[in-house]
């Protein structure tokens, strides 16, 4: 299997949808949130130097986080693929990734976009908010991190086609249908 970017707007269903690529086809998963936890929990010198950013409210550096990234990438099971889970977020982290896969003999893969419209990511992110009494996750905020990622991260989408690797997935109502269309392409890669 090819290695795979997933790809969305905040609440698009990143996460969910990597966990089921991940338990059919027997992928890795890298989930940048998780990676970056794990590595401040187990006190690695990486995860020491990306707490001090966090601590300081500042962005991790690309360099550093493409670091964490290779090692956790170097620890999977050679062959099976890698679905990246949050990350590339910019054009320069998009070729730093490509540029630290190549090293290693691999590609990108493909890039799977998930497009949903705003109203039912709102919903969406509001109910999680509710659920998980997430108070960080208001209306505003919700708005702020749109217009981040629609500044920001949007912007890559186009990166991708260039590159030959964009395959978008546009939300229809239902989770299954959505799985149901992601499925039928990615068992076309093998």
């Known amino acids: 299997m090819k290695n795979i970017i997933i790809f969305g707007a905040p609440g698009s269903g ?6 089921e690529i991940v338990a ?6 890298i ?11 187990q006190g690695t010198q ?22 964490i990234l290779a090692n956790t990438y170097d620890s999977m099971p050679e062959g099976k693929g890698v679905i990246f889970d949050g ?12 540029q630290m896969l190549a090293q290693r003999g691999h590609d990108m893969g493909v890039m799977i976009e ?10 969406r992110l509001l109910n999680r ?3 998980q009494g997430r108070a960080d996750d208001n209306e505003e905020t919700i708005k702020k991190r749109f217009a981040v990622y629609h500044n920001q991260t949007a912007p890559l989408a186009e990166w991708f086609q260039t590159e030959g690797m964009r395959h978008t997935f546009t939300w229809e109502g239902s989770k299954e249908l959505m799985l149901e269309n992601i ?3 990615l068992d076309t890669l093998k």
């Open 183 to 185: 499925f039928k392409f």
């Open 14 to 19: 990143k996460g969910t949808y990597s966990d």
């Open 114 to 123: 998930l497009i949903v419209d705003e109203d039912t990511l709102m919903t």
């Open 24 to 29: 059919r086809y027997n992928m890795g998963h």
């Open 46 to 67: 990486l995860g020491k130097i990306a707490k001090g950013y966090i601590d300081n409210g500042q962005l991790i550096p690309d360099e550093l986080m493409i670091d």
């Open 31 to 41: 989930s940048t949130g998780d990676v970056l936890r794990g590595e401040i929990k």
């Open 87 to 98: 990350f590339p977020r910019t054009i320069p982290q998009a070729e730093a990734l490509k």
């Open 129 to 131: 908010a509710k659920e």
